[in-house]
C-alpha cells in the first residue's frame, strides 16, 4: 500500500448543473498536506459520465496523477455504481489512505465503499495531526463538546472524510499531473437503485466567501425581532449580514448566510461576532478571518479564543453604540 488517494465529487450528469463540490479542494488541500508529511505520493480521482472539463481542472493540481473514472451507469450518481468503480480502482491503485469530502454523497456511499475492504470510515475529520509517522484524525464527539483522535490500526487502507471548512481550499498548491482515464467493469444489473432528484446542497445567492467584512449574529440576539439592530451595524460598516446556525434554523434570517460547517467557509478582512458562542462548528466556518471582533457578555466564551479583539458587554448596549460611533465617523 503506498500513496493517498482523494476521491472528489464533481456533477456531470444531464439532470442538473454540473461542477466542482467546493468541498473536493478543501479535502485535495488536505491530501497534498498529509501526502507530504507521509512522504507518499497524491492521487485524485473522480467519478461521472462527462468528465472532460474536470479532467482538464484536475491536469492543474499539483498531484502525482488523477483518475476519472467514466462510464455511461456513473453518469447520475447511486450508491451502487459509485462503491463499486472506487473499490476497482482502488483495488488498482493500493493506497494507504482513501480521503473524501464529508459531502452527502460521500455520506451515503463512502461507508459502504470502506467496508468492501473490511474497514469503517472515520467519519467528518476537523483536524489530521501526526504521530510516528501516522497520521491521527481527529473528531468531535457529543456535538462538539469532546474531540477525540483516531488512528488506523487495521492492515487495508484506512477511509476518512473531511468536515466542510476544516481545511483550506485556497491552500491548494497548483501543479502540472497526468490525468488517466478509468473505465471500471460495471453492468446495469449490479445498480439496483434509480437516481432520484438530486440533493440540492443550501442555495447559495449569497456569496459570504467574497465578502471583505461581515457581521454576524447568534442566539445572543433572543428574537427575530432584534436582528435588525444588528443588520443597522452591518449596512452603515457596508458589510455583509450572516448568522450561526440556530438563527438560520429558526429561519431568523436565510439558509444561505450560515456561517460554519454545515454553511459557509469565510475569510473575510473583519469578521464581527455578536452574541455567538464560539462552538467549533462555527469556528471552523470563520477561522480564516484576518481579524476577529467579538462582542459577548460572557468573557468566558470559546469566541474570545479566536477574537483579536473582545468586547465582554452586552450586545443591546454594544452594537448600537457601536453604529452611532461608525455614522459619527463617517459624518453621517
Ligand atoms: C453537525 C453539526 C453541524 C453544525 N453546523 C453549524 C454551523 O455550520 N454553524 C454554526 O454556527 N453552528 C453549527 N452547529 C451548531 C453549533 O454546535 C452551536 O450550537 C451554534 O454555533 C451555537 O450558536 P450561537 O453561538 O449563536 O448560540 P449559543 O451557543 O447559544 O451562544 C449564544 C451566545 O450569546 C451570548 N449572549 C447572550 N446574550 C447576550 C447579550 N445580551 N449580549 C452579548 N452576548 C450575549 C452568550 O454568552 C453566548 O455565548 C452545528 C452543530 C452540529 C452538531
Known amino acids: 500500500m503506498n500513496g493517498v488517494l482523494v476521491l472528489l465529487e464533481y456533477r456531470s450528469g444531464a439532470s442538473g448543473p454540473t ?141 476518512a472524510s473531511l468536515q466542510a471548512g476544516a481545511f483550506r481550499a485556497d491552500a491548494l498548491a497548483q501543479g502540472v499531473c497526468t490525468v488517466e482515464n478509468f473505465v471500471p467493469g460495471l453492468e446495469a444489473s449490479q445498480i439496483r437503485s434509480q437516481p432520484g432528484e438530486r440533493f440540492r446542497e443550501s442555495a447559495q445567492t449569497v456569496d459570504l466567501s467574497a465578502a471583505s467584512l461581515i457581521v454576524s449574529v447568534g442566539r445572543g440576539i433572543k428574537e427575530q425581532g432584534n436582528i435588525p439592530i444588528v443588520q443597522e451595524l452591518a449596512t452603515t460598516l457596508g458589510a455583509e449580514l450572516a448568522a450561526s446556525r440556530p438563527i438560520c434554523d429558526s429561519g431568523w434570517l436565510p439558509m444561505e448566510r450560515q456561517v460554519g460547517s454545515s454553511g459557509q467557509t469565510v475569510s473575510p478582512k473583519v469578521y464581527i461576532a455578536v452574541g455567538i458562542s464560539g462552538a467549533i462548528q462555527h469556528l471552523v466556518g470563520m477561522k480564516g478571518s484576518k481579524a476577529v471582533i467579538a462582542i459577548n457578555k460572557d468573557e468566558n466564551a470559546p469566541i474570545f479564543e479566536v477574537a483579536d479583539y473582545g468586547i465582554v458587554g452586552d450586545l443591546f448596549e454594544v452594537v448600537p453604540a457601536l453604529t452611532a460611533a461608525v455614522r459619527k465617523a463617517r459624518g453621517a
Request: glycine share 8%; net charge negative; hydrophobic share 50%.
Open 19 to 159: 461542477g466542482w463540490n467546493r468541498m473536493s479542494w478543501e479535502a485535495l488541500a488536505a491530501g497534498q498536506e498529509v501526502a507530504a508529511e507521509l512522504h507518499q505520493p497524491l492521487m485524485a480521482a473522480v467519478a461521472g459520465g462527462d468528465l472532460d472539463a474536470a479532467a482538464a481542472d484536475l491536469a492543474g493540481k499539483a498531484l502525482a496523477r488523477a483518475y476519472t473514472v467514466r462510464h455511461p451507469l456513473l453518469a447520475e450518481y447511486t450508491a451502487d455504481g459509485f462503491t463499486t468503480a472506487f473499490e476497482q480502482l482502488i483495488q488498482l491503485v493500493v493506497p494507504s489512505l482513501v480521503l473524501f469530502p464529508h459531502t452527502y454523497q460521500v455520506r451515503d456511499f463512502a461507508p459502504r465503499l470502506a467496508t468492501r475492504f473490511g474497514q469503517s470510515l472515520i467519519a467528518d475529520v476537523i483536524a489530521i495531526g501526526m504521530e510516528s509517522r501516522q497520521p491521527v484524525f481527529v473528531r468531535q464527539l457529543l456535538q462538539g463538546k469532546l474531540t477525540a483522535d483516531y488512528v488506523h490500526t487495521g492492515t487495508g487502507p484506512c477511509f
